[in-house]
């Protein structure tokens, strides 16, 4: 199958593909009360990046594996195949299925480790998503079911695209119930709403062009105005933006987006590579626009 048709077969089947952005270092930052026995430190997991965009992570469930599961930011839940969770022990063997795509409904991972990372008391849907069925067969991998926000809502989770290397942070946030607000959700009003991207506060830079690949670091700095709360905090031109304030930065509305959210007189931390050397500097914008 070409993989163009292959992209559209699965945004219609509803499961998204997860481009990556055109940075060396992404953070993708959702915060949840973790209930799993989650390592003090931060867990480094390795992963796969296949030719959908999508990232592949080899884990084990309950002991047993391994298994294989898209790391997908933009599912709002962690989903098992049938074969999976049978022979994991996540569900019996003997439970009902539904006719649309063998639903057996909710579901608890006891243990899932990927990596260094180890999490407990996971929740999780079982059923045969038949977008995974057509990935696996398009690309001829076993994949098992996709990795969501019930896992990666427990932690801090930097994505190293260079490195093919995730690392999970524990954060303490409590978790929302997106399954059971989910049929609110779809069935309330819809409402076309215009969001304007803005800086909150003054800056003093103005940025270049990127070239939007996924080996381009970030944005790079085109110009600092002299005596701006950018020339002060240390940012020069040439330097390229990663992170602003906790947000990764791969493109122009992502910088926009992330200074958004930073008030004047708040310092915010802003990473940048300067000759290839990750430099980390903190800023204080101003008042004004």
């Not at 049978?86 to 480790?113: N, T």
């Not at 509305?253 to 802003?270: L, R």
Request: glycine fraction near 10%.
């Amino acid at each position: 199958m070409h993989i163009k048709s292959f992209k559209a077969v699965l945004a219609l089947l509803g499961l998204g593909i997860l481009v990556a952005p055109g940075s060396a270092r992404a953070q993708a930052t959702a915060t949840a009360k973790a209930t799993a026995a989650t390592p003090a430190k931060a867990a480094v997991v390795p992963f796969e990046m296949l030719s959908t965009n999508h990232m592949l992570v080899k884990a084990t469930i309950n002991g047993k594996g391994p298994y294989y599961l898209i790391f997908d930011l933009g599912a709002p839940i962690t989903l098992l195949g049938n074969k999976a969770a049978e022979s994991s022990g996540v569900i019996d063997g003997k439970a009902p299925k539904a006719f649309l795509f063998s639903m057996r409904g909710e579901a608890e991972i006891g243990r899932l480790e990927s990596g260094e990372l180890k999490a407990t008391k996971l929740p999780a849907i079982v059923f045969d998503h038949p977008a995974l069925g057509v990935m696996g067969r398009a690309l001829g991998r076993q994949i098992d079911g996709i990795i969501g926000f019930t896992l990666f809502a427990r932690y801090k989770t930097t994505i190293d695209y260079q490195a093919s290397k995730m690392t999970f942070r524990p954060v303490d946030f409590a978790m929302r119930d997106l399954l059971k607000e989910l049929p609110d959700r779809l069935m309330g009003p819809k409402t076309a709403k215009r969001r304007v991207l803005s800086p909150a506060g003054l800056w003093g830079l103005r940025l270049g062009p990127t070239t939007g690949s996924v080996n381009s670091p970030g944005i790079p700095i085109a110009e600092v105005m002299p005596d701006s709360p950018a020339a002060k905090g240390g940012l020069k031109p040439g330097d390229i933006l990663t992170t602003l304030d906790g947000r990764w930065t791969a493109s122009t509305a992502d910088v926009y987006a992330a200074a958004s959210g930073v008030e004047p007189g708040k310092k915010a931390d802003v990473i940048v590579l300067r000759e290839g050397k990750e430099i980390t500097l903190s800023l204080e914008p101003a008042d004004g626009a």
